[in-house]
C-alpha cells in the first residue's frame, strides 16, 4: 500500500505563497490531486493531475493562483500556492488513485481517490 506524505505546511501573510509536496512511496506512479478541509466544512477538491502530468484542473476558488505539478521520478507532487487569501486556511491533503491506462486522465472527486496522505496545515492570516 501506498504511503503519501505531505510537507510545505504553515503559515503566511494573505498574499504570500507556499509549496505543498506530496511524495508517494514506491515506484508506482498514481494520478494524483489535493483536496482541503477547513473547521467544520466538508473536504472539498482543490487541484487534480493525471499520471502523465500532461492535464490537469483546478477548483474555480484557485485557478489562477494555485499550480499543481509533478516529478514522476521523484514520485513527488507539488502545489504552489500564491496571492494566499484567509479563505485558503485549511488541511491540505494529497491523494493518489490507481490508474493504468487512463494515463492522461484527471480526476477531481474525492470518491474517486484510493488512498490519502495524513495531511498538512495551511493558516492564511489577514
Known amino acids: 500500500q501506498v504511503q503519501l506524505v505531505e510537507s510545505g505546511g504553515g503559515l503566511v501573510q494573505a498574499g504570500g505563497s507556499l509549496r505543498l509536496s506530496c511524495a508517494a512511496s514506491?515506484?508506482?506512479?498514481?494520478?494524483m490531486g489535493w483536496f482541503r478541509q477547513a473547521p467544520e466544512k466538508e473536504r472539498e477538491f482543490v487541484a487534480a493531475?493525471?499520471?502523465?502530468?500532461?492535464?490537469?484542473d483546478y477548483a474555480d476558488s484557485v485557478k489562477g493562483r494555485f499550480t499543481i505539478s509533478r516529478d514522476n521520478a521523484k514520485n513527488t507532487v507539488y502545489l504552489q500556492m500564491n496571492s494566499l487569501k484567509p479563505e485558503d486556511t485549511a488541511v491540505y491533503y494529497c491523494?493518489?488513485?490507481?490508474?493504468?491506462?487512463?494515463?492522461?486522465?484527471?480526476?477531481?472527486?474525492?470518491?474517486?481517490?484510493?488512498?490519502w496522505g495524513q495531511g498538512t496545515q495551511v493558516t492564511v492570516s489577514s
Open positions: 491523494a493518489a488513485k490507481s490508474v493504468v491506462f487512463a494515463v492522461s486522465v484527471y480526476y477531481n472527486k474525492a470518491t474517486e481517490y484510493d488512498y
Open positions: 514506491g515506484r508506482t506512479i498514481y494520478a
Open positions: 493531475i493525471s499520471r502523465n502530468g500532461g492535464s490537469a
